[in-house]
Every structure is written in C-alpha cells, then in structure tokens.
Nanobody, 124 residues
Framework: QVQLVESGGQFVQAGGSLRLSCVGS????????MGWFRQAPGKEREFVAS????????YYGESMTDRFVITREGAPNTIYLQMRALRADDTAVYYC?????????????????WGQGTQVTVFS
C-alpha cells in the first residue's frame, strides 16, 4: 500500500520562497514517476511538474515557469518542489502524485497514488 505525504505548505508573503516535500512509503521499489499538481479554488487541478526514476528526467507543465524547480533526491520516492518569487495566484492546494509507469505525465489519470495535499497561501 503506497502512501504519499506532503509537507511544507504555509502562509508566505508575495515574492518569497517555499520548498515543498513529498515522502512516499509502502513501495517495494522506486516509483516510476512522481510529481506535483495544484488546485486553486474554483479551478481545475493543474499539472505542475514530474520527475522520472529511470533517467532522472524532470518534466514541467506548459503553464509553469522557471520559478518552480522539481527535484528527486535523497531516499527513493522522495521529491521536492522549490518555489521562488511567489505571487498571489500561486495560492492553491499542492498535491503529490505517483505512478508505476511513465505514460502521459501531464495527465492526472496517469497517476495511481495521491497525497492529501498541502496548502500554500501567498499574501500581498
């Protein structure tokens, strides 16, 4: 049984930085892909970024900028999302997700496992 636990979400002033983490457990082997989605109130869930195990390949959503960087380091099935120059429209619940195979990484249907989410609130 795979479990994903996010942490690091908090209230942060516009222009500030934040680092989210996701720790996976319950998998006997590295998860093929792990990534981040976010959902703001009244909006659809949006793909942020993902990172494959094989090849260590980062992949970013089309709407993302270089303000966000995904890393996969440390223990297997652990990922981070480094965010800088945060602005109010970055406010959302950020979800960690994982899949057992690499397919369409921008599609949430490709991810079998999900965390509970961590709230990021950016204020001006």
């Amino acid at each position: 049984q795979v479990q994903l636990v996010e942490s690091g979400g908090q209230f942060v002033q516009a222009g500030g930085s934040l680092r989210l983490s996701c720790v996976g457990s319950g998998s006997a082997e590295p998860l093929a892909v792990m990534g981040w989605f976010r959902q703001a109130p009244g909006k659809e869930r949006e793909f942020v970024a993902s990172y494959t195990w094989r090849g260590g390949y980062p992949y970013y959503g089309e709407s993302m900028t270089d303000r966000f960087v995904i890393t996969r380091e440390g223990a297997p099935n652990t990922i981070y999302l480094q965010m800088r120059a945060l602005r109010a429209d970055d406010t959302a619940v950020y979800y960690c997700a994982a899949g057992t195979r690499v397919s369409n990484m921008g599609d949430q249907r490709s991810y079998a496992y999900w965390g509970q989410g961590t709230q990021v609130t950016v204020f001006s």
